[in-house]
């Protein structure tokens, strides 16, 4: 099991890793903060929100309607190539799949990665290799899964592991937010870098 290096620090509750447009974003959500690093772990708040939970992401149009129910507290969420969309279900402990119709609905539900009691999976994102690393919180972790659930590469942290993004210049940097969390209190959020060797892919 591999230990990341620390990025940045005096995070909240962070959650809500992206990489967008060359540059590093993330929520923290107790701060009410959306924040944007350069490579140097230079951050800027760029926009403030009242309330939580909330997340980022990038749309052409930003319309939205529900396609699915009966999740078990849904978390994480990438689509797969043109036509997949994966779901961490955190308590269910499994990755969830559906395939995208033309016309945006979800059919085929099934199962993609069953991971395991306690696994808890969290925030989520792909690589090049069709593999998701996931974040969990009780574990202390990120975790790279195939499909049907296979672990590939496992990287530790000090604390409950949230979210985590492929990124970097090359997509080879996987970003995670990690904060303490005790008593449905979380506290002292960093964000953790670990060079990997496959890189990003599928959105966000």
């Keep these: ?28 959500w107790v701060a009410g903060e959306v924040l944007v690093f350069d490579a140097d772990a230079n951050r800027e708040v760029v926009a403030r929100v009242g309330g ?22 849904p978390n994480g969420m990438v689509v797969l190539g043109e036509d997949t969309l994966v779901l961490a279900e955190s308590h269910a402990d499994r990755l969830t799949a559906w395939t995208i119709t033309e ?21 989520i994102c792909a690589d090049a290799k069709g593999a998701i690393w996931y974040a969990s919180v009780p574990g202390q972790r990120c975790t790279r899964v195939a499909a ?41 959020g960093v964000v953790l870098i670990q060079p990997v060797a496959v890189p990003r892919a599928g959105r966000p």
């Design 1 to 28: 099991m591999g230990m990341s290096e620390v990025f940045a620090t005096g995070i909240q509750m962070g959650e809500s890793p992206r990489w967008h447009d060359g540059r590093f974003w993330m929520c923290d």
């Design 103 to 123: 016309s945006g609905e979800l059919v085929d539900r099934r199962v993609w990665a069953d991971l395991g009691p306690g696994s808890a999976p969290d925030g």
């Design 52 to 73: 939580m939970p909330f997340s980022i992401d990038w749309l052409p149009d930003g319309s939205s309607r529900q396609v699915a129910d009966d999740v078990w507290f």
């Design 148 to 188: 049907g659930g296979e672990v590939l590469e496992t990287v530790g942290a000090d604390r409950g592991c949230f979210a985590c993004m492929l990124g970097g210049d090359d997509g080879r940097t996987l970003y995670i937010v990690a904060n303490h969390y005790t008593g449905g209190d979380a506290s002292d």
